[in-house]
């Protein structure tokens, strides 16, 4: 399956090109056009759904790089450091959408 089994080098490599990303393209557009409120719907879905997606991906493929878990949820689940990687890009997402 895509990336599930991947060596933690993979992950974080994924992680990183992924903020990449999503970090060059809000750069350039907010460069462009200025504040994330004048740069049309189009964009602002497309950054907010890049966001959310990859965020799914992460955290479907982040097992191998979990680490102890912070917040027991319930007895089996809880939250990572692992999962917590997922939260920057959710709120540039966020920015964009409600900025």
Not at 3 to 9: C, F, H, N, Q, T
Not at 24 to 33: P, S
Not at 35 to 46: D, K, M, Q, V
Not at 50 to 67: H, M, S, T
Request: aromatic share 14%.
């Amino acid at each position: 399956m895509f990336l599930r089994d991947a060596s933690p080098v993979v992950c974080i490599g994924y992680l990183v090109a992924w903020w990449g990303v999503l970090t060059l393209f809000t750069a350039i557009w907010w460069r462009q056009n200025g504040r994330p409120r004048s740069w049309g719907l189009a964009r602002r879905a497309a950054l907010t759904v890049a966001c959310c997606a990859g965020a799914l991906i992460w955290l479907w493929i982040d097992k191998r790089v979990e680490v102890a878990v912070l917040l027991h949820v319930y007895r089996e689940h809880g939250l990572t450091f692992g999962d917590l990687l997922a939260a920057p890009p959710l709120a540039l997402g966020a920015k964009a959408v409600f900025s």
